[in-house]
């Protein structure tokens, strides 16, 4: 597709799952970021990957969020023992190169921990 | 820490008017300023962006005022549209990689 494509786009889970969102960035794009959107706040940095290589995961936000692109393409946030507070959108962007480029965002997973 | 502070949280303007959103930042090393809508259910779209060294960049009716020495930079939206009604979020970064974002201004064009 032409654009960020995410899966799923709603994710219900129990407290104590493990969940897994897809991201599927625009062809080509070196770099990819994952963000969490609280309701009614912006999004909150996670974390960025240059090809296959994490550079930085400074925001997530405990060793229960894990991220990985092992091929320099798609991408897989993982959230091991989903707590209620993990409970928001979590949205995926990609840019063609490094540095102050546009990023490209997906609609998102609208993730809800009951 | 939020590092960059955005106002006001909600907007109402009427059709035509003019919609002012305001953002001031911290960090001195940021230099990359754009600006995103974001319409409910989607992700963020970007609109404009400005660097430090200029003071005004105009895109059609979306217009950024960035004012380096007291660190604040301003969307101007010229005849706003009930279309326009959205959330924006301004955002800042120093190399791209570690962008962030106010946390947005809920604007509503009445017809």
């Known amino acids: 597709g032409a654009g960020v494509s995410q899966s799923p786009r709603y994710k219900v889970a129990k407290r104590g799952q493990d969940v897994a969102l897809r991201c599927d960035p625009i062809s080509g794009h070196v770099s990819l970021f994952w963000y969490q959107q609280a309701l009614g706040q912006g999004p909150e940095f996670l974390t960025y990957?240059?090809?296959?290589?994490?550079?930085?995961k400074s925001g997530l936000p405990s060793d229960r969020f894990f991220a990985e692109r092992p091929e320099g393409s798609v991408s897989t946030l993982k959230i091991q023992r989903t707590q209620q507070e993990d409970s928001a959108v979590y949205l995926c962007?990609?840019?063609?190169?490094?540095?102050?480029?546009?990023?490209?965002f997906g609609d998102g997973t609208r993730l809800s921990i009951l | 820490q939020q590092q960059v502070k955005q106002s006001p949280q909600s907007l109402i303007v009427q059709k035509g008017g003019i919609s002012i959103i305001n953002c001031a930042y911290e960090n001195t090393a940021f230099d990359y300023f754009p600006w995103y809508q974001q319409f409910p259910g989607k992700g963020p779209a970007l609109l404009i962006a400005?660097?430090?060294?200029?003071s005004e960049k105009k895109e059609g009716r979306f217009t950024i005022s960035f004012n380096k020495s007291a660190k604040q930079f301003s969307l101007h939206i010229m005849d706003s549209q009930p279309g326009d009604s959205a959330t924006y979020f301004c955002a800042a970064s120093s190399d791209g990689n570690d962008m962030r974002f106010g946390a947005g201004t809920r604007l509503t064009v009445k017809p």
């Open positions: 400005i660097r430090p060294d200029v």
């Open positions: 962007a990609s840019s063609s190169q490094t540095g102050n480029q546009p990023q490209h």
């Open positions: 990957f240059q090809n296959e290589a994490q550079l930085d």
